[in-house]
C-alpha cells in the first residue's frame, strides 16, 4: 500500500510518501516547501491571508505530487509552534483537494 502523510509546521511543509508491505516502510519520495509561518506570526503577530495562501499552494503540490506517484490515501497533519495558536492552513476548498485528503491538528 502506497501511502502519504503531509506535515504543516511552523516553517516547513514535508511530504513523505511510503510504501508499507508486510509491517515495512520503505519511503518513495519525500519533498520540503519552506512556508515560514514562525517568521510571520514574529513580524506581524498574525499570519497574512497571502502567508496562509502560500501555505494552502504548498499542501495542494503535494498532493498533486503524491497522487501522480499513485497515492490514493493522504493524510494532512497541521502542527504548528505552540505560540502560533491555531492555525487553519489547510483550506480542503482548494482544488487539488478536492478528492479530501484526512485533516488532522495536533493541540499542544
Known amino acids: ?5 503531509i506535515d504543516v509546521g511552523a ?6 510518501v511510503a510504501d508499507v508491505l508486510n509491517g515495512v516502510t520503505r519511503t518513495v519520495r519525500e519533498t520540503r516547501a519552506p512556508i515560514r509561518l514562525g ?3 514574529e513580524r506581524r ?3 497574512s491571508e497571502r502567508k496562509l495562501d502560500e501555505v494552502a499552494t504548498a499542501v495542494a503540490d503535494a498532493v ?3 497522487r ?4 490514493d490515501d493522504i ?3 497541521v502542527t504548528p509552534e505552540p505560540h ?3 492555525v487553519r492552513a489547510v483550506r480542503p476548498t482548494r482544488e487539488e483537494l478536492a478528492s479530501s485528503p484526512s485533516i488532522y491538528r495536533r493541540r499542544y
Open 45 to 47: 503577530g498574525a499570519i
Open 68 to 71: 501522480a506517484i499513485g497515492v
Open 1 to 5: 500500500m502506497r501511502v502519504a502523510v
Open 75 to 77: 493524510a494532512v497533519l
Open 64 to 66: 498533486t505530487t503524491a
Open 39 to 41: 517568521d510571520e506570526i
Open 84 to 86: 502560533l495558536g491555531e
Open 11 to 16: 516553517n516547513t511543509a514535508r511530504l513523505l
